[in-house]
């Protein structure tokens, strides 16, 4: 049965470090784009990170460039996505996703839509406070 398990979320003060992991079982992550959703209470979900199935291009929201880096490991079945200098604003539960290559133009990877995902995690808690 595929699964996409995130582990790594916690409380944090703000200018800390978390890094998120998703493993997935059940199918192989080669030929997915894998993204990291976001979700803060009353808030639509929200596309922070993804990277490309087949290469390293990488796609991040504005609020998050400079200080998340995504990245995979076909091999290992994980992506992983690494947040610096996190802010309250970063606070929420934070999805991983397998879905389809969302290019915005020529070698210019964006994010899809959550409903274009095949996969989903249950989330991880992220909250940032003093």
């Known amino acids: 049965q595929p699964q996409l398990v995130e582990s790594g979320g916690n409380l944090v003060q703000p200018g800390k470090s978390l890094r998120l992991s998703c493993v997935a079982s059940?199918?192989?992550?080669?030929?997915?784009?894998m993204s990291w959703f976001r979700q803060a209470p009353g808030k639509e979900r929200e596309g922070v990170a993804s990277?490309?199935?087949?290469?390293?291009?990488?796609y991040y929201v504005d609020s998050v460039k400079g200080r998340f880096t995504i990245s995979r490991d076909n091999a290992k079945n994980t992506v992983t996505l690494q947040m610096n200098s996190l802010k309250p604003e970063d606070t929420a539960v934070y999805y991983c996703?397998?879905?389809?290559?969302?290019?915005?133009?020529?070698?210019?990877?964006?994010?899809?839509?959550?409903?274009?995902?095949?996969?989903w995690g249950q989330g991880t808690q992220v909250t940032v406070t003093s």
């Open positions: 059940g199918f192989t992550l080669d030929y997915y784009a």
């Open positions: 996703a397998a879905g389809p290559d969302f290019w915005r133009g020529p070698d210019v990877l964006g994010i899809a839509t959550p409903d274009l995902y095949k996969y």
């Open positions: 990277i490309a199935s087949f290469d390293s291009s990488t």
